[in-house]
């Protein structure tokens, strides 16, 4: 095990990712805007877990038994490490541990 890591994630760095991620402009970049951090971390946006894990230093600590192309098995792994979160209207913070080991989800879902 080793020390927590904290990653904060800013609505405004997240905006800017998304217009470019997504080339938004115009009426789309404002609607973008009026949505709360809170209600995309709770839909479970997957803009948003890709944002994180870009930022974080998790998929880059993976033994390569644990590296799959499949970005729902890697928050998986994710999700084990986290140790804290803080939900707010204009920042994340997630607090998390780098495992030695991780569990994997059933068998019959990754072969």
Known sequence: MS????????????????????????NCQREIENVSFPFL???GSE??????M????FTESLPDRYRLPDRG???YLFSQ???EVQVM???IVLKYELQ??????FRQFYH
Do not use: C, H, N
């Open 3 to 26: 020390e927590y890591r904290e990653l904060v994630v800013t609505k405004e760095d997240y905006l800017v990712f998304l217009a470019q991620r997504l080339r938004l402009q115009g």
């Open 41 to 43: 971390f709770a839909s």
């Open 47 to 52: 803009m948003l877990r890709t944002y994180i």
């Open 54 to 57: 870009g930022q974080s230093e």
């Open 73 to 75: 098995f890697i928050w």
């Open 81 to 83: 490490s986290i140790r």
């Open 89 to 91: 209207p204009e920042k």
């Open 100 to 105: 030695d080991e991780y569990r994997k989800p």
